[in-house]
Nanobody, 115 residues
Framework: QVQLVESGGGLVQAGGSLRLSCAASGNVDSINAMGWYRQALGKEREMVAVITTGGVLPHATDYANSVKGRFTISRDNAKHTVFLQMDRLKVEDTAVYYC?????WGQGTQVTVSS
């Protein structure tokens, strides 16, 4: 099994930045991709960004259209950690952000963007 722990959420004004981290532990060899998802109040969970893992560089990435050009996903393979750099945040980015890998989910971290 894989365990995931997120950190880095918080409250920020629109236009600001936050950086989320997700550290994986346990059966990390089973991980071939890691991703960030979010769920806003009253809405379904949606993919934000994903990144492939493994020793071949560069890692492949994919982003939701709503965050392209503002968010960047990256990974530190040695530390089994994935990051989500969120710039030019908008009020509509407010949500609980979850890390996912190998069928496991983190506990979520709240991101609130104020106007």
């Amino acid at each position: 099994q894989v365990q995931l722990v997120e950190s880095g959420g918080g409250l920020v004004q629109a236009g600001g930045s936050l950086r989320l981290s997700c550290a994986a532990s346990g059966n990390v060899d089973s991980i071939n991709a890691m991703g960030w998802y979010r769920q806003a109040l009253g809405k379904e969970r949606e993919m934000v960004a994903v990144i492939t893992t493994g020793g071949v560089l560069p890692h492949a990435t994919d982003y939701a259209n709503s965050v392209k050009g503002r968010f960047t996903i990256s990974r530190d393979n040695a530390k089994h950690t994935v990051f989500l750099q969120m710039d030019r945040l908008k009020v509509e980015d407010t949500a609980v952000y979850y890390c996912a890998a190998a069928g496991a989910w983190g506990q979520g971290t709240q991101v609130t963007v104020s106007s």
